[in-house]
C-alpha cells in the first residue's frame, strides 16, 4: 500500500535551517507532482511547495527565496529545505504524493520557530 513518512522536523531558532523529508513507498513508477503542505494552529492547510516529475517548482510566496523543494525520484523521496526560519513558519508539515489529486499525505512532521 502507498505510505509517506516524513522526517526532519524539530525546533530551531529564528534564522535558523531544518530540512525535511519525505519518502514514499508503495509504488515506483513516479509521475506525480509531489508537494508539502502546511498547517499552524488555527489555521487553515495551506501549499508550501510543489515539484512534478522533471524537477519544476512553485513555492508559495510566503517561502520563496527561503525554501526550497527537491525531489529524488529513484528514492522516491522529496525534501524541503527551510532557511531563514521565521516564527511564522511554525505548524505541521505534510508531504503529498499528487498536489492536484491529494490522494496520499504523510501523517506531519512539526516544525517550531522560536
Known amino acids: 500500500h502507498v505510505q509517506l513518512v516524513e522526517s526532519g522536523g524539530g525546533s530551531a531558532q529564528a534564522g535558523g535551517s531544518l530540512r525535511l523529508s519525505c519518502v514514499a513507498s508503495g509504488y515506483t513508477y513516479n509521475p506525480y507532482c509531489m508537494g508539502w503542505f502546511r498547517q499552524a494552529p488555527g489555521k487553515e492547510r495551506e501549499g508550501v511547495a510543489s515539484?512534478?516529475?522533471?524537477?519544476?517548482?512553485l513555492h508559495a510566496a510566503s517561502v520563496k527565496g527561503r525554501f526550497t523543494i527537491s525531489r529524488d525520484n529513484a528514492k522516491n523521496t522529496v525534501y524541503l529545505q527551510m532557511n531563514s526560519l521565521k516564527p511564522e513558519d511554525t505548524a505541521v508539515y505534510y508531504c503529498?504524493?499528487?498536489?492536484?489529486?491529494?490522494?496520499?499525505w504523510g501523517q506531519g512532521t512539526q516544525v517550531t520557530v522560536s
Open positions: 515539484i512534478d516529475s522533471h524537477g519544476s517548482t
Open positions: 503529498v504524493r499528487d498536489v492536484y489529486g491529494l490522494d496520499y
